[in-house]
Nanobody
Framework: VQLQASGGGLVQAGGSLRLSCAAS????????IGWFRQASEKEREFVGA????????YYADSVKARFTISRDNAKSTVHLLMNSLKPEDTAVYYC???????????????????WGQGTQVTVSS
C-alpha cells in the first residue's frame, strides 16, 4: 500500500484546509485509513479514521465538530477537511493505512502498517 498525503499549507486561525490522502496498491475492502498529526517535539497524535468499506468514522475529541473525514472510493482517496483551525493544530499531518482490521477505533500509530510522507499544516494566530 502506498499513501500520498497532500494539501497542507499556511492558513490563518479560523480558516480551513482540506488534506487528501491518495491510496494505491492493495488497500483491500476491509481496511481503514487514519489521520495522525505530529507537532514539533511532541508525539504523534491520532486525529481520526474512516472505515474504507462502510464509511464508519471516528474522531479524536480534540478535533470533533471541526474536522470532517470523507472518502472517495472511486479515486481511492480520503479527505480531511479542517475548519476553524487553531494555532495548536499546527503539525505535520500523516495518513496511515490499516488494510486488515476494518475498525476505525485504532488510535495508536503502531496499529497502522503503512504511512504517507506527511504534509505540513501551519496555522498562524
Amino acid at each position: 500500500v502506498q499513501l500520498q498525503a497532500s494539501g497542507g499549507g499556511l492558513v490563518q486561525a479560523g480558516g480551513s484546509l482540506r488534506l487528501s490522502c491518495a491510496a494505491s496498491g492493495r488497500t483491500g475492502s476491509s481496511g481503514a485509513i487514519g489521520w495522525f498529526r505530529q507537532a514539533s517535539e511532541k508525539e504523534r497524535e491520532f486525529v481520526g479514521a474512516i472505515n474504507w468499506s462502510g464509511g464508519l468514522i471516528y474522531y479524536a475529541d480534540s478535533v470533533k465538530a471541526r474536522f470532517t473525514i470523507s472518502r472517495d472510493n472511486a479515486k481511492s482517496t480520503v479527505h480531511l477537511l479542517m475548519n476553524s483551525l487553531k494555532p495548536e493544530d499546527t503539525a505535520v499531518y500523516y495518513c496511515a493505512a490499516d488494510p486488515v482490521s476494518g475498525t476505525v477505533y485504532r488510535s495508536l500509530p503502531y496499529e497502522y502498517d503503512y504511512w504517507g510522507q506527511g504534509t505540513q499544516v501551519t496555522v498562524s494566530s
